[in-house]
């Protein structure tokens, strides 16, 4: 028999032109951090150094802050909407014509598929700046009543499985609301944001609006406590948002939270089988399930459960497990060792506790960080990997009979940041949407996004919207919804 595979795709990583070392984002220039010295990025895929960046202390991080204090009261805050608006118009343009060198750049440095960072990331990302910059001479009609204010100046911290979508999530409405931004992108994906920098300087955006600090977790928190910030929007870990909740309680900063997420994604027995086969798949495997939406949690009626596994398993072993910048390539690498250790102690867990492991047989590439596709079966309620969030291609099966043990088995957990239902009658649909505790619903369909759409969790998900109307609220005083 003869055998049809694909010839390699790689994309050309000559667009990125790529510096030894950069400094901080402060004042429209890089400076060098006060301290000096700085920490390297990697290469998910190789594990090989891509460049070296500044990490910021407390005296950067008053810089930056004070920086975007005198741009915000001298600059952008007495700025007409309309004018702020081709900022961001211009911005989302550039984000457009350099969205090659973006991508490419995501993927070596974030380790996901090209065609994700192509066709998601950076199209959504120049998409919530064109949004935005829509808003920013409307505020008046917004329902936040006459001449809605800005805060000031926003503290932003980002992890890193979305660094450049994140980042525009958090950017553009704080521009369009009029808001200055100090931003810290997270410690293994720091270089889209500042290549973003360099956008907005070719875009001569006022020195000081958008401000950029490299550093690890230990910056991310000199920010959130420095005094002069206005605004804490935070996107990772539901354990570092605990932490900044506890650090801005009993001050005057507004905050928003984007946590953790385990979402059921539900599929009943009249589902269209192969589209929801499809939606599981981009569901839990898009993004290596970096994803703190991820449909890691499948609930499947209990009568279709052994065909749905059956063919999911099936499309499993077709998922091309591999190089990045490969522009066939459906799974790429894990974010980092540390990111790889804590899935596959949560795998060995899920065994442990007597679930029954299956992994695509795919071969890994041996330099790198890597995990096989898996979908775990015979999981029960109460094991970690049907509570915890894994954040990597691990998915859990559950099964139940009927809707309303659905609701209460995808409503058994302490997030509530998304859901999915597959099924073919539209009442049920809104019966399930209804009764489901979670921010977003997708039915028949998973993992879309629309700078429109507001987007936040429930319960330990977080509070705040991201997107939409909603999301502004988040940066003006006293808005009401
Ligand atoms: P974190 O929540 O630690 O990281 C998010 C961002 O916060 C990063 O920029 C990080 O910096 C920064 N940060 C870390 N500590 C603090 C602090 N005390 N104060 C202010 N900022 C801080 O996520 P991790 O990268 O450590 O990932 C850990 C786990 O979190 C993952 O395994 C995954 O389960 C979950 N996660 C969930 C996300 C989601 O969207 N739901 C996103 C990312 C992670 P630095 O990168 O330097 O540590």
């Known amino acids: ?57 407390e005296r950067d991080v008053d810089l930056a802050v004070r920086t975007a204090r005198r741009a915000h009261q001298r600059i952008w805050s007495r700025m007409p909407g309309a004018e702020r608006a081709k900022y961001l118009y211009r911005i989302a343009r550039i984000m457009q014509e350099r969205s090659r060198e973006l991508a490419v750049l995501e993927s070596l440095d974030n380790g996901k598929p090209i065609k994700e960072s192509r066709d998601v990331d950076v199209p959504l990302a120049a998409a919530h700046f064109f949004y935005h910059a829509g808003w920013a001479d409307k505020l008046d009609w917004a329902g936040f009543g006459p001449n809605p204010a800005p805060l000031g100046v926003a503290a932003q911290v980002i992890p890193w499985n979305f660094p450049l979508l994140m980042l525009a999530w958090k950017v553009a409405p704080a521009l369009a609301t009029g808001n200055t931004v100090v931003l810290k992108p997270a410690e293994t994906t720091p270089l889209t944001a500042l290549l973003f920098a360099e956008i907005c300087a070719q875009a001569d955006l006022p020195p000081g609006v958008v401000n950029i600090l490299t550093g690890a977790g230990a910056t991310g928190a000199a920010l959130v406590a420095h005094p002069d910030v206005d605004k804490v929007a935070f996107t990772g870990s539901t354990e570092v948002g605990r932490q900044i909740a506890t650090a801005v309680a009993g001050t ?94 949560l795998a060995e867990a899920g065994e442990a506790e007597g679930a029954t492991r299956w992994s695509a047989p795919c071969p890994l590439p041996r330099k790198g960080f890597w995990f096989a596709p898996t979908v775990f079966t015979g999981v029960a309620p109460a094991h970690r990997i049907a509570r915890e969030e894994v954040f990597g291609p691990v998915l859990s099966v559950l099964t139940f009979r009927t809707p309303s043990e659905a609701v209460a088995r995808a409503n058994n957990t302490p997030y509530g940041l998304s859901a999915g239902i597959w099924t073919e009658k539209g009442s049920r649909i809104l019966w399930m949407a209804d ?25 330990e998900s977080g509070y705040g919207r991201e997107g939409g109307r909603h999301g502004l609220a988040g940066y003006l005083k006293e808005a009401g919804l």
Not at 29 to 50: C, R
């Open 252 to 345: 005057r900063k507004k905050v928003t939270l984007e946590l953790g997420g385990k979402a059921a994604n539900i599929v009943f027995d009249d589902a269209p089988i192969d589209q929801a086969i499809e939606g599981i798949v981009n569901g839990i495997y898009f993004n290596q399930g970096h994803v703190c939406c991820a449909g890691s949690r499948l609930l499947v009626q209990e009568s279709v459960a052994e065909e749905v596994i059956a063919r999911l398993q099936a499309r499993m072993t077709t998922l091309r497990v591999g190089d990045p910048l490969d522009k066939n390539t459906d799974v790429g690498a894990i974010n980092s060792q540390e990111q790889l250790t804590r899935i596959t102690a």
């Open 435 to 459: 009764r489901l505790r979670a921010g977003v619903v997708w039915a028949n369909t998973f993992n879309r996004f629309d700078p429109a759409s507001p987007f936040g969790g429930y319960k």
């Open 1 to 57: 028999m003869p055998t049809f595979d694909y010839a390699p795709a790689p994309e050309s990583r000559a667009v990125v032109t790529l510096q030894p070392s950069y400094g901080l984002f402060i004042g429209g220039e890089f400076v060098e951090p006060v301290a000096g010295g700085g920490m390297t990025t990697i290469e998910p895929a190789t594990e090989k150094v891509l460049a070296e960046v500044a990490v910021a202390d």
